[in-house]
């Protein structure tokens, strides 16, 4: 059962566009009556992340950590195996620390809207490149997931419609990247009943 949960994550995490009261962490945290810190970086990478392990999470002592980057990555075309790599070696550093670790698979590089280039860079290959990496990261962290028998919280679907369009109602300013208060209370709610369903805390 879960204790203490430490998220592990970029701007989705950290709840960029909302204060830190709603985002989902902290949502979580009052849903569950669990501890949670969020300890997302907005721009943050998979490699970024696993620098940052041993004193975001370990020092923190939790009995759980859900790991969830990659967006960044995928837009800056960093390699798949790179990002399979960091995770990977982030759960093993968990394992190793008697820490439960969770795979969290966000909703980003999916779907995105384009950007306006003159506030943000747009994808290094090309928006149809990111959705199509983004498709391949998730399916190939599931298969790393189920051959090794971790717990995995995907979120992939959860902003699409019922013919598989975004619905941008969910989102920071319509940009398909960022959730907004609604947003961060529907990630919050997947999360939680996620966790519920895998017996991780009680209901």
Known sequence: ?????????????????????????????????????????????????LGRFYSDVIMQSPSHVLIMGGGNDLWWDVPINVMLANVYAMVKQALHHQITPIIGISSAGFNPAKMDASTVWE???????????????????????????????????????????????????GDGLHPNEKGHKKIAQAIAESLMNQAMVSS
Not at 14 to 20: A, D, I
Not at 127 to 153: D, I, P, S
Request: with cysteine; hydrophobic share 40%.
């Open 1 to 49: 059962m879960i204790k203490k949960l430490v998220c592990l994550g970029d701007s989705l995490t950290e709840g960029l566009g909302v204060s830190k009261v709603a985002a989902w962490p902290a949502l979580l945290q009052a849903q569950l009556r669990i501890e949670v810190i969020n300890k997302g970086i907005s721009g943050d990478t998979t490699t970024g992340m």
């Open 123 to 173: 994808p290094i290959g090309g928006y149809e490149k990111l959705c199509e990496a983004g498709q391949h990261y998730a399916n190939q962290l599931k298969q790393m997931a189920r051959t090794n028998a971790w717990r995995v919280v995907s979120l992939q679907d959860l902003f699409l419609q019922g013919e598989g369009t975004v619905d941008h109602s969910f989102y920071e300013g």
